[in-house]
């Protein structure tokens, strides 16, 4: 048995029931899907199905790398991108007073280890007996002070409040959400030490600005 058709130029037959096709130039049988003629060596056009599944196939390949693609871009870039969100949040935290320009450059030079320790909890104690002829020392140790006197006063109320949210849950049963209300409350402490780095910061590079919030008060002059 034996047919003929003729798809994008090549002739196709059935000789013993196996599929072939001839060759456009010479006419040699070729078995189907043959790109060449083993005959002339004339390259065979690709049968229309087989060319629009090939194309399916190529444009399938290259969206799904455009997306495997823009998923790392945007994987690489999420955490430079955080990073970034965190540096704007803190430079407009510390977007306060700055008096610099009132004090002494050499000053400045001379007593920024002081500065420094007087965001160091009990450390504040160094500049405040040690340096108390530097207004730049004074400055900051005013503002270290106050952060240490803060710290400890919100230490012990917080302590009493969760002793007291403690025992009074515990009372009707919910040990959990006082657990929870603990731990939330815990959190504020994160606060004093993003103040402190702050007030690092600033001694460093040989700034005198108000910490956010405490940095208004006044305690040495």
């Not at 072939?20 to 690709?46: R, T």
């Not at 500065?115 to 020392?137: D, R, T």
């Amino acid at each position: 048995m034996k047919s003929a058709d003729a798809v994008c130029g090549a002739e196709i037959t059935f000789t013993g029931g196996i599929l072939m096709s001839k060759c456009i130039k010479c006419g040699a049988e070729l078995e189907d899907g043959a790109k060449f003629c083993p005959e002339c060596g004339e390259k065979q056009e690709q049968p229309a199905a087989e060319s629009a599944q090939a194309q399916k196939t190529e444009n399938t390949q290259t969206n799904d790398q455009a997306q495997n693609q823009n998923q790392n871009a945007n994987i690489g870039a999420a955490p430079g991108a955080n990073a970034s969100d965190i540096g704007d949040k803190l430079k407009k935290l510390n977007d306060t007073a700055d008096t610099t320009d009132e004090f002494d450059k050499a000053d400045i030079e001379s007593n920024k280890v002081m500065a420094v320790l007087a965001y160091l909890s009990w450390l504040v104690l160094i500049p405040l007996i040690g340096a108390q002829k530097s207004k730049y020392a004074k400055f900051h140790t005013n503002q270290g002070l106050i952060l240490a006197i803060t710290e400890i006063a919100w230490g012990v109320v917080s302590a009493v409040v969760k002793t007291i949210i403690r025992t009074v849950f515990s009372l009707i049963g919910l040990g959990f959400l006082a657990t929870i209300i603990n731990s939330l409350l815990g959190l504020v402490s994160l606060a004093f030490l993003v103040l402190s780095i702050i007030g690092i910061v600033n001694a460093v590079n040989g700034k005198a600005k108000q910490l956010p919030v405490i940095g208004k008060f006044t305690l040495i002059k």
